[in-house]
């Protein structure tokens, strides 16, 4: 079966500071990857998503960048973070849309960034 | 305009009542689409699926999808305190874009 590992689960840093979080998932190949972060209160923000190795498409200018150096690794990267940076990241996986139509996303457990 | 929005809420439900959720989207390439629940500080999880115009049941929910109008609905019949949660809708496009994207959720409370 397919599992999504993301980590840490809680990250306080203050503002200024690197961020690195990583998400791995097993079970699966050349998986479509996904980070969206989600506010307080709000709904869910696609970050960015990734059909391949070293392929990202980035859906909002930000001081955020995501690089896929292996099939099933997505790490979210900043070199200064903000407070407006602090929110839920979460990392997903689904099957390419080639596969059919039902590619729903399995989500990982989150990583809560609060910025200082 | 958003590629997917929902009724914000919150909504407020007695229970064993139907809750109705909406959710309309802009892009007529999206054929997938997806509820999930988040309950407060958890990650999204899938309750249904639906791609094709109609209804689609599954125990007490109900998917709607109407693609002339845009439109996908959820009812939670016999609505439970545990139903309590926000619920998502995202819209996939099929074939070559793979982006998936979510409404700002509907916080939906149901009031023992």
């Known amino acids: 079966s397919q599992t999504i590992h993301q980590w840490p689960a809680t990250l306080v840093q203050p503002v200024g500071s690197p961020l690195s979080l990583e998400c791995t998932v097993e079970?699966?190949?050349?998986?479509?990857l996904y980070w969206y972060r989600q506010a307080a209160g709000r709904g869910l923000q696609l970050l960015f998503y990734?059909?391949?190795?070293?392929?990202i498409s980035s859906e909002v200018p930000q001081n955020l960048s995501a690089s896929r150096p292996q099939d099933r690794q997505f790490i979210l990267s900043s070199k200064k973070l903000l407070l407006s940076d602090s929110g839920f990241y979460l990392c997903?996986?689904?099957?390419?849309?080639?596969?059919?139509?039902?590619?729903?996303?399995?989500f990982g457990q989150g990583t809560r960034l609060t910025v200082v | 305009q958003k590629e997917v929005e929902q009724n914000s809420g919150p909504l407020s439900v007695p229970e064993g009542a139907i809750a109705s959720l909406n959710c309309t989207y802009s892009?007529?390439?999206?054929?997938?689409f997806f509820w999930y629940r988040q309950y407060s500080g958890k990650s999204p999880e899938l309750i249904m699926f639906?791609?094709?115009?109609g209804d689609k049941e599954d125990g007490r929910f109900t998917a709607q999808l109407n693609k002339a109008s845009q439109y996908v609905s959820l009812l939670i019949r016999d609505s439970q305190p545990s139903d309590s949660a926000t619920y998502l809708c995202?819209?996939?496009?099929?074939?070559?874009?793979?982006?998936?994207?979510f409404g700002t959720g509907t916080r939906l409370t149901i009031i023992p």
């Open positions: 892009d007529r390439g999206s054929q997938s």
């Open positions: 995202a819209g996939g496009a099929n074939f070559g874009n793979e982006k998936l994207t």
């Open positions: 079970g699966t190949s050349n998986p479509n």
């Open positions: 990734s059909v391949g190795i070293g392929q």
């Open positions: 639906i791609y094709s115009n």
């Open positions: 997903a996986w689904r099957r390419s849309a080639s596969y059919g139509a039902n590619t729903e996303a399995f």
